[in-house]
C-alpha cells in the first residue's frame, strides 16, 4: 500500500512539474501568425527572405535580433507579441542588432 502511494505521488509531483516547466518556458505558446494585426504592422514575416521594404537588411533575422529571446531551435519569444513566439527565421521591421 506503501508503495502505491509513494507511486502516485511521484506522479503526481512529475506532472506538476512539467506543467509548471511548460508554462514558464512558453512550451506550448502559439506562434504569431503573419495575419495577426500586430504582426501587420510590424511588417511582420516568418521568412525573413520574404520581407519587403528599405528597412530589411540582408542577413538579419529574428535570431540575432536584440528582442529575441530564448530561441531554441526554430522559434523563440519576442516581447512585441505578447506570448506568441517568432519564427527564428522571422524579421520585422523592429529588428535591432545584437
Ligand atoms: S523585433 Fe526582432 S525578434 Fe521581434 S519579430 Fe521583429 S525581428 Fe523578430
Redesign the pocket.
Known amino acids: 500500500m506503501s508503495n502505491r502511494r509513494e507511486f502516485i505521488s511521484k506522479v503526481a509531483t512529475i506532472c506538476v512539474a512539467g506543467l509548471s516547466i511548460g508554462k514558464l518556458t512558453g512550451a506550448n505558446a502559439a506562434m504569431v501568425s503573419e495575419s495577426d494585426p500586430n504582426a501587420k504592422a510590424?511588417g511582420?514575416v516568418a521568412d525573413a527572405s520574404n520581407a519587403k521594404g528599405d528597412k530589411f537588411k540582408a542577413g538579419s533575422n529574428?535570431s540575432n535580433?536584440a528582442?529575441?529571446q530564448g530561441g531554441s531551435g526554430d522559434a523563440g519569444n519576442?516581447p512585441?507579441?505578447g506570448g506568441k513566439k517568432?519564427a527564428a527565421a522571422?524579421?520585422?521591421t523592429?529588428?535591432?542588432p545584437k
Do not use: I
Open positions: 510590424l511582420y529574428c535580433c528582442l529575441f519576442c512585441l507579441f517568432v522571422g524579421w520585422c523592429a529588428w535591432a
